[in-house]
Nanobody
Framework: QVQLVESGGGLVQAGGSLRLSCAAS????????LGWYRQAPGKQRELVAT???????NYADSVKGRFTISRDNAKNTVYLQMNSLKPEDTAVYYC??????????????WGQGTQVTVSS
């Protein structure tokens, strides 16, 4: 069974920074795409950023220039550096591993989520 464990959330003032981490563990052969999504109260879950095993990245327009996604393939870990945070960035942030080749086949997995709160 593959598990994703997130860390790094918390409370920060507007303009501040946070760094999220997500480590995948289990019998993993490869992970093609790692990403971060977020869900604010009363809203649908939305994509924040993704990164492929080759390093190609994709960002939501709302975070471009402020957030940076990166990954360590050897550690099956993905990071999200969040700078210039705004109150509207407040949400539960979820890590997702897509196109995971493991002993079960090809699957996707979600982390449990980590709360990010930005105060004005």
């Amino acid at each position: 069974q593959v598990q994703l464990v997130e860390s790094g959330g918390g409370l920060v003032q507007a303009g501040g920074s946070l760094r999220l981490s997500c480590a995948a563990s289990g019998r993993i052969f490869s992970i093609n795409v790692l990403g971060w999504y977020r869900q604010a109260p009363g809203k649908q879950r939305e994509l924040v950023a993704t990164i492929t095993s080759g390093g190609s990245t994709n960002y939501a327009d709302s975070v471009k220039g402020r957030f940076t996604i990166s990954r360590d393939n050897a550690k099956n870990t993905v990071y999200l550096q969040m700078n210039s945070l705004k109150p509207e960035d407040t949400a539960v942030y979820y890590c997702k591993a897509d196109q995971v080749v493991d002993r079960e086949g090809i699957n996707h997995y979600w982390g449990q989520g980590t709360q990010v709160t930005v105060s004005s």
